[in-house]
């Protein structure tokens, strides 16, 4: 056989074989195509592809599909900026939505100046690693632990520990995807529409002096607030008060007045606080004595 | 003795390590009893499985052995009253050396109190079938006393189509300070054997090993000395080495089989009990009395009169160690043993059925504090350490990035019984087992909230 018979044989056969398996591959295309709405992905662009989940989906192309069937709105996505949403409605032509917007909240205001810590923990720095050892040593069992275990998770770089070792929430950056209620070892944190503006920034199932041996901002479970309050709306569950949010329009400031510890929040709609009148004052700025 | 050795070895497994013993501090006091205290704490969850129920009133009287709490189920047992006295209240919040707080019995003590049980029914045991035996272990309330507080009466009644064929009572006490087992071999060895007589009636057991470690050479000749010609129960010495005391760890030292992994000594024919759980049992079976107390190892830097205690079940630690003699300076408590007990936040936690020791350190004997922690540097200590051959290492660093369902899917987390040793032998200062008990209470969690 001579050298251009070979090259020609070889060339022949990989041209041959190129084709069958090209026709392999048109067949396939055309039997196992399929179809997909191109919105999806020109919806997919316009949203944030931070896959935070907060709008209830588990990322942000099942989220563009759900807007293109109508089961999701625009307005829900809470980390796109209004505009972009805004984009999208008219892409769609869809209604944009009612913004609701939530963020998420902590039940604990026992920072390391008014709650005690009975036993100093050493260890791995983080929540979840001091909640398995004995609790974490703070003295009220349901309280923060104060390692930011939140603030690593939060994707937004909403949540910050204050000097007393309390994560706080930046309502702004907020977008309730959820994270960092999973993560407390404690279940601190909830999610609340803003408009939810009465809050229990406590989780202490003990009562009167016993919980005020361990925190000075601990809901002692006067029963004040229940008592004050359009009936209903809040109820002493296992010593504590517990909102009815289904209630939420009979909420008013007249729960917090007269609330001894300050234990009960009232929430404005730009993320300040305010407690009651009645509520103590804490004037200590330095870290209580471990013990 | 070193050139004998190669020749005959001692038995034991592969792995683990040999932390500093510090037993010379108790092993060789006689077991003591304690003062009741004031007011006794019984939560109702002391064990593994459902909480017992109340079967008493606030203001109502009891009488030391009397029960106080039923069974809340087939894997719980109830609760027997240790002292005379008045019961306070049922309190829900009482600190648990955990730190969830739980339900509890309180019990003030009548100051008459007297440490003789006046409660109890003499019962012949031979005339007892099978099924009667075994409702009496659960009616006494026995749990694991080595630690795990396993209601013992499960592990009598093998699931369908398995038998228990050997015993294994672990008389090890790997655990350095602990020598409540060690004393309670000396003292009460009468009491051991008639308790693992019974047992192997109840379970219908061929054979029953003692697996003691060769630093208690004393306890082994002193169990030889009691038993019988071509008796059913021998008693082997084992290496003294951590986690020697492990069930799984006993079971491949004596009769080198190995546990499957995710399953249970049952899979292979065995039950393995603790030496306090056989002698206790021992004693208040033939008398249908209920376990009120335990014999529990007070040590450490921390205290100034180091012992082992015969204590209620319900004692608060803040009365223990003020027996004990506690210094002022002492900072640090645990619970169990220094390996695997717990660290406690408060001192009003009780002395539960499960608690063997309670080690007490001092601030300059506390080396750990200040020890960074460096990156792993894959020198592999670890993997030599671990007892059943897994990859702590690998599962460290997959713990440090989240990935929880991985370490278990593909690296047998589920097995590790968190003894440890490759937090003991790392360089780098890394806490592993803290790291898989993070993932471990994590999956636990997810799978929770899954169902």
């Given at each position: 056989m001579t050298d251009v018979t070979s090259i020609a044989i070889s060339v022949g056969f990989m041209a041959l074989l190129g084709s069958v398996l090209a026709m392999v591959l048109i067949l396939a295309n055309k039997r196992l195509f399929v179809y997909e709405d191109p919105r999806i992905d020109d919806v997919e662009d316009l949203l944030p592809r931070a896959n935070c989940g907060a709008c209830g989906s588990p990322g942000c192309r099942p989220f563009a599909e759900g807007l293109i069937v109508g089961t999701f709105q625009p307005a829900q996505c809470t980390v796109n900026s209004k505009e972009a949403n805004k984009l999208i409605a008219d892409y769609l032509g869809v209604d944009l939505g009612a913004e609701n917007k939530r963020v998420a909240r902590l039940a604990c205001a026992g920072g390391s100046h008014v709650a005690f810590i009975r036993a100093s923990y050493a260890g791995l720095n983080s929540c979840r690693a001091a909640a398995l050892v004995s609790g974490g040593g703070k003295g009220c069992a349901w309280g923060c632990l104060g390692m930011g275990d939140c603030a690593v998770v939060c994707d937004f770089d909403a949540i910050t520990m204050n000097k007393y070792g309390l994560p706080i929430v930046n309502e702004d950056r907020c977008t309730a995807c959820n994270d960092c209620v999973e993560v407390c070892p404690k279940d601190l944190f909830e999610l609340h529409s803003i408009n939810e503006q009465l809050f229990v920034a406590c989780k202490n199932l003990e009562k009167g002096e016993e919980a005020e041996n361990e925190c000075e901002v601990i809901c002692t479970a006067c029963e004040r607030c229940a008592v004050d309050s359009p009936e209903g709306l809040i109820t002493m569950q296992n010593n504590l008060a517990v909102i009815d949010y289904s209630k939420n329009d009979l909420a008013s400031k007249v729960a917090i007045e007269r609330c001894p510890t300050g234990a009960i929040v009232w929430f404005d709609k730009q993320g300040g606080y305010q407690v009651g009148k009645d509520a103590k004052k804490i004037i200590r700025k330095e870290m209580l004595p471990i013990g | 003795m070193g050139l004998f050795n190669l020749f005959r070895r001692t038995k034991t497994f592969k792995h683990g390590v040999h932390p500093m013993a510090h037993k010379e501090q108790t092993a060789h006091l006689a077991i003591k009893r304690l003062p009741f205290a004031p007011k006794m704490v019984i939560p109702l969850a002391?064990?593994?499985?459902?909480?017992?129920?109340?079967?008493?009133?606030?203001?109502?009287?009891?009488?030391?052995?009397?029960?106080?709490?039923?069974?809340?189920?087939?894997?719980?047992?109830?609760?027997?009253?240790?002292?005379?006295?008045?019961?306070?209240?049922?309190?829900?919040?009482?600190?648990?050396?955990?730190?969830?707080?739980?339900?509890?019995?309180?019990?003030?003590?009548?100051?008459?109190?007297?440490?003789?049980?006046?409660?109890?029914?003499?019962?012949?045991?031979?005339?007892?079938?099978?099924?009667?035996?075994?409702?009496?272990?659960?009616?006494?309330?026995?749990?694991?006393?080595?630690?795990?507080?396993?209601?013992?009466?499960?592990?009598?009644?093998?699931?369908?189509?398995?038998?228990?064929?050997?015993?294994?009572?672990?008389?090890?006490?790997?655990?350095?300070?602990?020598?409540?087992?060690?004393?309670?071999?000396?003292?009460?060895?009468?009491?051991?054997?008639?308790?693992?007589?019974?047992?192997?009636?109840?379970?219908?057991?061929?054979?029953?090993?003692?697996?003691?470690?060769?630093?208690?050479?004393?306890?082994?000749?002193?169990?030889?000395?009691?038993?019988?010609?071509?008796?059913?129960?021998?008693?082997?010495?084992?290496?003294?080495?951590?986690?020697?005391?492990?069930?799984?760890?006993?079971?491949?030292?004596?009769?080198?089989?190995?546990?499957?992994?995710?399953?249970?000594?049952?899979?292979?024919?065995?039950?393995?009990?603790?030496?306090?759980?056989?002698?206790?049992?021992?004693?208040?079976?033939?008398?249908?009395?209920?376990?009120?107390?335990?014999?529990?190892?007070?040590?450490?830097?921390?205290?100034?009169?180091?012992?082992?205690?015969?204590?209620?079940?319900?004692?608060?630690?803040?009365?223990?160690?003020?027996?004990?003699?506690?210094?002022?300076?002492?900072?640090?408590?645990?619970?169990?043993?220094?390996?695997?007990?717990?660290?406690?936040?408060?001192?009003?936690?009780?002395?539960?059925?499960?608690?063997?020791?309670?080690?007490?350190?001092?601030?300059?004997?506390?080396?750990?504090?200040?020890?960074?922690?460096?990156?792993?540097?894959?020198?592999?200590?670890?993997?030599?350490?671990?007892?059943?051959?897994?990859?702590?290492?690998?599962?460290?660093?997959?713990?440090?990035?989240?990935?929880?369902?991985?370490?278990?899917?593909?690296?047998?987390?589920?097995?590790?019984?968190?003894?440890?040793?490759?937090?003991?032998?790392?360089?780098?200062?890394?806490?592993?087992?803290?790291?898989?008990?993070?993932?471990?209470?994590?999956?636990?969690?997810?799978?929770?909230?899954?169902?």
């Amino acid at each position: 056989m001579t050298d251009v018979t070979s090259i020609a044989i070889s060339v022949g056969f990989m041209a041959l074989l190129g084709s069958v398996l090209a026709m392999v591959l048109i067949l396939a295309n055309k039997r196992l195509f399929v179809y997909e709405d191109p919105r999806i992905d020109d919806v997919e662009d316009l949203l944030p592809r931070a896959n935070c989940g907060a709008c209830g989906s588990p990322g942000c192309r099942p989220f563009a599909e759900g807007l293109i069937v109508g089961t999701f709105q625009p307005a829900q996505c809470t980390v796109n900026s209004k505009e972009a949403n805004k984009l999208i409605a008219d892409y769609l032509g869809v209604d944009l939505g009612a913004e609701n917007k939530r963020v998420a909240r902590l039940a604990c205001a026992g920072g390391s100046h008014v709650a005690f810590i009975r036993a100093s923990y050493a260890g791995l720095n983080s929540c979840r690693a001091a909640a398995l050892v004995s609790g974490g040593g703070k003295g009220c069992a349901w309280g923060c632990l104060g390692m930011g275990d939140c603030a690593v998770v939060c994707d937004f770089d909403a949540i910050t520990m204050n000097k007393y070792g309390l994560p706080i929430v930046n309502e702004d950056r907020c977008t309730a995807c959820n994270d960092c209620v999973e993560v407390c070892p404690k279940d601190l944190f909830e999610l609340h529409s803003i408009n939810e503006q009465l809050f229990v920034a406590c989780k202490n199932l003990e009562k009167g002096e016993e919980a005020e041996n361990e925190c000075e901002v601990i809901c002692t479970a006067c029963e004040r607030c229940a008592v004050d309050s359009p009936e209903g709306l809040i109820t002493m569950q296992n010593n504590l008060a517990v909102i009815d949010y289904s209630k939420n329009d009979l909420a008013s400031k007249v729960a917090i007045e007269r609330c001894p510890t300050g234990a009960i929040v009232w929430f404005d709609k730009q993320g300040g606080y305010q407690v009651g009148k009645d509520a103590k004052k804490i004037i200590r700025k330095e870290m209580l004595p471990i013990g | 003795m070193g050139l004998f050795n190669l020749f005959r070895r001692t038995k034991t497994f592969k792995h683990g390590v040999h932390p500093m013993a510090h037993k010379e501090q108790t092993a060789h006091l006689a077991i003591k009893r304690l003062p009741f205290a004031p007011k006794m704490v019984i939560p109702l969850a002391q064990h593994i499985g459902a909480p017992a129920v109340p079967l008493v009133k606030p203001g109502q009287e009891v009488v030391r052995g009397e029960p106080i709490a039923e069974a809340g189920g087939f894997v719980s047992v109830p609760m027997h009253a240790p002292v005379t006295g008045i019961v306070r209240s049922i309190d829900q919040l009482v600190p648990t050396a955990a730190g969830p707080k739980t339900p509890a019995i309180i019990i003030e003590t009548y100051e008459a109190s007297r440490q003789e049980v006046l409660y109890g029914l003499e019962q012949d045991l031979e005339s007892l079938s099978r099924e009667a035996l075994i409702e009496a272990v659960q009616a006494s309330g026995m749990v694991g006393l080595g630690g795990a507080a396993f209601p013992s009466h499960v592990k009598l009644l093998p699931p369908e189509g398995k038998s228990i064929d050997t015993l294994i009572i672990n008389g090890c006490e790997c655990e350095p300070y602990l020598t409540c087992d060690h004393r309670v071999m000396l003292e009460q060895t009468d009491k051991l054997l008639a308790g693992i007589r019974t047992i192997m009636r109840a379970t219908g057991a061929r054979q029953a090993i003692i697996g003691v470690e060769d630093n208690k050479l004393d306890a082994v000749s002193k169990i030889r000395e009691k038993l019988v010609k071509d008796d059913a129960i021998t008693c082997e010495a084992v290496e003294t080495k951590y986690p020697q005391g492990a069930e799984k760890m006993l079971i491949k030292s004596l009769l080198n089989k190995e546990v499957p992994s995710g399953g249970l000594p049952v899979d292979i024919g065995v039950a393995v009990y603790n030496v306090g759980t056989m002698a206790q049992l021992g004693e208040l079976i033939p008398q249908s009395r209920g376990l009120i107390e335990r014999v529990v190892t007070v040590s450490g830097p921390g205290v100034s009169k180091p012992g082992n205690y015969l204590v209620p079940i319900g004692t608060p630690l803040r009365f223990l160690m003020e027996q004990a003699g506690s210094s002022s300076d002492a900072n640090e408590v645990i619970v169990g043993g220094p390996m695997m007990g717990m660290t406690v936040a408060s001192l009003d936690v009780p002395v539960t059925k499960g608690v063997s020791g309670v080690v007490v350190f001092k601030e300059e004997n506390e080396d750990q504090k200040n020890r960074p922690v460096y990156p792993c540097i894959k020198c592999g200590a670890c993997l030599d350490a671990c007892p059943i051959n897994l990859n702590p290492s690998m599962l460290g660093q997959l713990a440090s990035v989240r990935q929880y369902e991985v370490m278990e899917t593909d690296y047998h987390l589920k097995d590790c019984f968190e003894c440890g040793c490759c937090s003991y032998v790392c360089p780098s200062n890394i806490p592993l087992t803290q790291y898989f008990r993070i993932a471990k209470a994590i999956n636990r969690e997810t799978k929770a909230v899954a169902a």
